[in-house]
Each structure stands twice: as C-alpha cells, then as structure tokens.
C-alpha cells in the first residue's frame, strides 16, 4: 500500500525508530523526527498519566519548534504506545491525553480495540498494532487499525518466531493498510530489502538502544557491544509473554537457564508501582533483537540516522542501477 501523502512527505526513511520500554524517551523520540524518521516511546514509560502527558506536550512544543525553526527540513511525526490489555488500568485514560493532545500516531500493543481507532481517527491520527501471526493481523484489521507491525522472528521485546517473508504475506493476505515490518533490522539494506518483500515502513527498536540520546545504561549498551545473535534467547519466563533477552542479562540476574520455558506473570498493572518485580526485572533483564551482531558502536541519532540513509542509497543503486 502506498504510504499516506502526509506520512510520506515528512520522512526521509521509511523507518520507525520502535517504542522501547525503559530505554525511549522524548529526547530519544524528537531526535528521530528531527532526522526525518517516526520517534516513538511508550506512555508506561512515565509512572503516572500525569507525568505522561507531560512528555506528550514537550513533544508537540518540540515538534512545532522544529518545523518553525526548519521550514524546508522534513520533520517526522512521533507515536506513542499503548499496552491496550486488561491489566494495565491506565491505558483509557493515556488515550484520553492521546485524544486531548492529538498524538499524531498511537501505536497498540497486545489487543487492537475498535474504542481505540476511532478515538484516535475522530482527531486525524493513525493507529498501528503489533501483531506476531496472520490470526492477530486478522482481529487488528477488523478493528480498523491504519497500520500492522509485523514482528516477526529475531525482534527485540515481545517477539513472534515466525520467519519475515512469511509473515509479511500472511498479513498482506488479511490487510491491505500499512505494514511495518519488525524483526532484527539494523541496516539501510535491510528497509530496502522489507519493502522487496512488501512491507511499506520499517521497525527498528535494538539499534536505537545504542544511541546517545536512548535512556539505556552504559552497561546495557556494552552488553549489546559484545552480543551475537545465538546470545538472543526468547523465553516467557520475565514478562508471561515470549520475548528475546541477551544470556548475558539472564545468568547475571539468576535465571536458571533449564527453566527458561516457565511462563512468568503478565500483570501490566505492576508497572505503576514505584517498586515491583516485573520493572525491576527489564530493568535488569536486558531484551535486544538477534540484530545485535550488527551493532558496534555508540552514536548519536542524526549520525546513525545518516549512515543508515547512505546504506539505503548504496542499495538502491547497486540493485536497482
């Protein structure tokens, strides 16, 4: 599908810098639309709605500084993630603020809610969901979203294990909005060879932990420094859902590595708590993509934004001519 005129015209890549939990923050976010890609954070990310909303305005007075300052720059829209699941109490009222400030993008995670389209359709704004199978894209789709992520094998966070090229058609079969596609992206080949496949925007999440402006820790990004993909174990033993973590981060926070297909507890309601186990957990429990073997460096967005540009562009022209 062909990217909406009003997307389109503000990106210099077709990418989407992925909501990090712990690790995305304004700074992080504004530095992205600044170099022409969607920034993005989670609202769970701020411990209260109030707190939440607070980063919502500094985005939108960061946005319209930026365009007012660079009037012939492409500035990107930024998007904000939701955790639309019965134990996390706060999401209705994070879309209210969503509503009120009028986020231009809202991206939804672990269930597509018909109430949450058209709230954030009533105001102009787009939504996108993170799906893992072809039966997840199918509920997505009837809910209305504008957009489905496709997380495939190899992603950071809450991954799917079924293989990209699959999965891509698959939602293409049940969808026929945007498709993002999400799954160990690290390089500018890698967004021209999604589109090959038909995906029209790309996912990229542990790629940007490794930035100057992420909030992850230095130990964090060390880790990810000296990470191979075969260190990438998914495992539902932190969160309840399956997810990739770094070996490194789970012997050191004493994970027995034979347990490792024992389901934690899923309860997003804890993460409002000032202290709890399951914030503790990802706080120390350090989740990156199978991409981390592509990872070698430290550097600032609008250097990483470039490289990744000229990557794209040295692709194109070696296959495309």
């Not at 994070?94 to 954030?120: F, M, N, W, Y």
């Not at 399956?242 to 490792?260: C, H, I, T």
């Not at 706080?283 to 990872?295: F, L, M, N």
Request: hydrophobic share 40%; charged share 20%; proline share 5%.
């Amino acid at each position: 599908m062909a990217l909406p005129e009003s997307l389109k015209n503000s990106l210099s890549l077709p990418l989407v810098a992925a909501p990090m939990f712990l690790i995305s923050g304004p700074e992080l976010a504004l530095a992205c639309c600044r170099q022409g890609i969607v920034g993005s954070f989670p609202a769970l990310n701020q411990r209260s709605s109030e707190d939440f909303e607070k980063w919502v305005i500094q985005m939108n007075e960061g946005l319209d500084d930026l365009r007012q300052t660079h009037p012939d720059r492409k500035i990107a829209p930024y998007a904000v993630n939701l955790i639309v699941h019965r134990t996390n109490p706060r999401w209705e009222a994070d879309l209210e603020l969503c509503v009120k400030h009028q986020v231009p993008i809202v991206i939804t995670s672990l269930g597509a809610a018909t109430r949450v389209t058209e709230a954030v359709h009533s105001y102009g704004g787009m939504v996108f969901h993170d799906v893992t199978n072809q039966k997840h894209a199918r509920k997505a789709a009837e809910a209305g979203v504008d957009g489905i992520i496709a997380v495939s094998a190899g992603a950071g966070g809450h991954a799917g294990t079924v293989n990209p090229f699959v999965l891509v058609h698959e939602i293409r079969e049940v969808f026929d909005g945007i498709i993002l596609l999400a799954g160990a992206l690290s390089k500018g080949e890698d967004i021209l060879a999604a589109q090959a496949m038909g995906a029209d925007l790309c996912y990229m999440g542990t790629r940007f932990i490794n930035t100057t402006e992420s909030l992850a820790e230095a130990a964090y990004q060390n880790m990810i420094l000296e990470a191979v993909s075969g260190d990438i174990i998914h495992t539902p033993a932190v969160s309840g859902i399956p997810a990739n973590f770094m070996r490194q981060s789970l012997e050191a926070a004493g994970y027995p590595m034979d347990k490792l297909n024992e389901p934690g507890k899923l309860d997003y309601g804890e993460k409002l708590k000032p202290v709890n186990d399951e914030a503790k957990a990802w706080k120390t429990v350090w989740s990156a993509g199978q991409g981390v073997s592509q990872i070698t460096d430290v550097v600032s967005v609008s250097d990483l934004v470039q490289r990744i540009s000229d990557e794209y562009q040295e692709a194109r022209s070696r296959i495309c001519g």
